[in-house]
């Protein structure tokens, strides 16, 4: 891998693609190039264009544009977030259907360039999608990530750290699972600091309560369907969870971030991508974490673990 350049090709610069591309912008010093790519090529040459003419105005400079699929021969990091949206009478098994040819039309010809490094998809249902990507592209399992639970995992240490009036950094908490209505919140393993969540309900029960926290986890679970429901769509969130996975790759940073990676016997499954704390850096996923969760939280895990495989299953690759 290039390490003076760091290259990213962007392929799907719809809401969610643009919305990272703007986080890396004005984050700044992410990665110095950055490649547009989508089916809509008028869309991304005017994305393109918008994006440099904020650079003035940007932390560091970075080299934009639309660009064509052999631009990805030497990228760092493939981010997809190409996809299609459910059609009237059309079911969630339809739908992965056509968003898994979307992806054969793109992971295709990004193999025919010689691209050699690390695909991150954010493409809905995200863990079958990178799961697609995994045996499309036939690359080793920790050079295919997708954001998993990464920003259930953010809104989740935002509202704990607003109930408990504590900065949502200093509250150690995962989201596991499929991103989707089998997720779930290990309660077992919350910490604020490093104090578990349980004990401090256990010694204070006037000021906090068991079933505010799985108020939390139901806010966290239906947080999507709400943003929807209101605007449209979600991106923002996203974009910016997005651009922390491209930086704690290209920072080697080793960080560990609840990503979709697939299990090779953690969680006692296989063959799944799902979302997990994983550690992150430079060669994509270096290690899954493995938590040491109770024997109900270890159900809740294998139903949405049986929940993925069963979509993946009913699908034509
Ligand atoms: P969008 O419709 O705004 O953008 C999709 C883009 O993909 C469009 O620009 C379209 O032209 C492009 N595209 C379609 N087919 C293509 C192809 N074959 N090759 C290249 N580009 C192609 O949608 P969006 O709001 O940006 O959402 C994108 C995806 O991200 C959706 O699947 C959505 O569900 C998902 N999403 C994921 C998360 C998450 O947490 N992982 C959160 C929000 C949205």
Not at 283 to 309: A, Y
Request: net charge negative; proline share 2%; aromatic share 8%.
């Amino acid at each position: 891998m290039n390490t003076d350049r760091r290259k990213v090709v962007l392929i799907g610069t719809g809401m969610v693609g643009m919305s990272f591309a703007y986080a890396l912008v004005n984050q700044g010093a992410i990665c110095n190039e950055l490649v547009l790519i989508d089916v809509n090529k008028v869309r991304a040459q005017g994305e393109a264009m918008d994006l440099n003419h904020g650079l003035a105005f940007a932390k560091s400079n970075m080299k934009i544009y639309a660009g064509e699929y052999h631009d990805c021969k030497d990228a760092d990091i493939i981010v997809i977030a190409a996809g299609v949206a459910q059609k009237e009478g059309e079911s969630r098994l339809d739908l992965l259907q056509r968003n898994t040819e979307v992806f054969r039309s793109i992971i295709t010809p990004v193999i025919k360039s010689g691209f050699d490094g690390i695909f991150l998809v954010a493409t809905n249902p995200v863990d079958i999608m990178t799961r697609v990507t995994y045996e499309l592209s036939r690359f080793g399992a920790s050079r295919v990530i997708g954001t998993g639970t990464s920003l259930d995992t953010a809104r989740l240490r935002y509202l704990l750290g607003d109930y408990l009036t504590v900065d949502p950094r200093n509250i150690h908490a995962y989201v596991i699972g499929e991103h989707g209505d089998s997720e779930f919140v290990p309660f077992s393993q919350v910490m604020l600091a490093t104090k578990p969540v349980m004990k401090i309900i256990e010694d204070d029960r006037n000021s906090y309560k068991m079933e505010d926290m799985k108020l939390i986890e139901e806010q966290v679970r239906t947080a999507a369907y709400k943003i929807i429901e209101a605007k449209k769509a979600t991106y923002y969130g996203i974009g910016m969870a997005l651009a922390r996975i491209v930086k704690a790759i290209l920072g080697d940073e080793n960080s560990v971030l609840t990503v979709s990676a697939k299990l090779c016997g953690e969680y006692g499954a296989r063959d799944v991508f799902i979302g997990v704390p994983t550690i992150i850096g430079r060669n994509g996923v270096k290690e899954i974490v493995e938590l040491d969760l109770t024997e109900d939280e270890k159900e809740r895990f294998k139903s949405s673990v049986n929940v993925l495989r069963e979509n993946f299953e009913g699908l034509e690759l």
